[in-house]
């Protein structure tokens, strides 16, 4: 009879790799500062002043830009800002954007204000040169990009997409959720960390509560503003909206506290943990409060 040996092998122990992070905050510190220093000089040669750096910043955004060089240092102070306050939030879009206004700018510019005829050929990039340094088309850059645009697809559609363009650039971004944050998934930072997606049912409740929240903030409290704060047995939020108010109580991890409610509140929201006892609240919930005839809640 042949006899069987089970294969015994020792599993290596690989040490679990270190999360990455999502962001380099030096580079971003020091992308800021530059921005900012940059903002500062360009700002301050708005004002004609006689220093060499100064004007050669001054003719190179003239002459690439045209009037869209007056946009650049507030497009640089915005990208300073966004760079500075990311709070770990992804910028390289948002600093793009921002940076693309005085481009956006100047072709519309050139687009619409622009008198004077430039044809395609020989030497046109030094008559876009010396309009960008007169002020009086959009420069080599925004000026070659509105001829060619305009080349292309006619004035009237140049003007339609650039304007778009910009009001794209200018637009904040939308609240994004990272596939799994609704059911509480690990490796939040570092995508490489994050497993294929969880469609199994123990995950049901919290991903319709997730949901629920975000309906509450899309719906209903964005159009309402936060008038009063207490910290007692619980942190208490008022909102006033528009003829309602809302009530929102958060407690500690565990504890179930017993708010004081009027016959006509109802519960919007509450969280999985849901309530002790009727009447309490464990964890947080949310209510809608009716207005009364003399405006209070």
């Known amino acids: 009879m042949a006899s069987t040996r089970k294969k015994t092998t020792k599993g290596k122990k690989t040490p679990p790799r270190p999360e990455p992070p999502a962001y380099n905050g030096t580079a971003r510190l020091v992308g800021g500062v530059v921005c900012l220093l940059l903002a500062l000089c360009v700002l301050v040669s708005y004002f004609n002043v006689d220093a060499l750096l100064l004007t050669l910043i001054a003719r190179v955004l003239k002459g690439l830009l045209g009037w869209g060089f007056y946009l650049t240092a507030p497009a640089l102070l915005g990208a300073a800002v966004i760079q500075l306050r990311h709070q770990g939030r992804p910028v390289i879009l948002r600093t793009a954007c921002t940076l693309l206004v005085p481009l956006l700018a100047g072709v519309l510019w050139h687009l619409i204000f622009c008198r004077t005829a430039y044809e395609l050929g020989g030497g046109l990039l030094s008559r876009l040169w010396a309009g960008g340094q007169a002020l009086t088309c959009g420069g080599v850059v925004s000026g070659g990009l509105a001829l060619g645009s305009e080349a292309l697809l006619s004035k009237v559609v140049s003007i339609i997409i650039f304007v778009v363009l910009l009001l794209a650039a200018l637009l904040g971004g939308n609240l994004s959720v990272y596939y799994g944050d609704e059911i509480a998934m690990d490796g939040g930072q570092d995508p490489d960390n994050r497993r294929p997606m969880r469609w199994t049912d123990p995950e049901d409740e919290i991903r319709g509560f997730f949901h629920s929240l975000l309906r509450l903030k899309r719906d209903v409290l964005r159009h309402c503003r936060l008038t009063a704060m207490e910290l007692t047995d619980a942190l208490y939020l008022h909102f006033d ?54 405006g209070n809640t």
Not at 253 to 260: E, F, L, N
Not at 267 to 284: D, I, K, N
């Open 241 to 294: 909206g528009p003829g309602y108010g809302i009530l929102a109580v958060v407690t500690e991890r565990g504890q179930a506290v017993t708010p004081q409610l009027d016959a006509s509140d109802s519960l919007l929201l509450e969280s999985p943990e849901g309530h002790a006892a009727e009447g309490t609240v464990q964890g947080f919930a949310v209510f809608r409060r009716e207005v009364t005839h003399d």
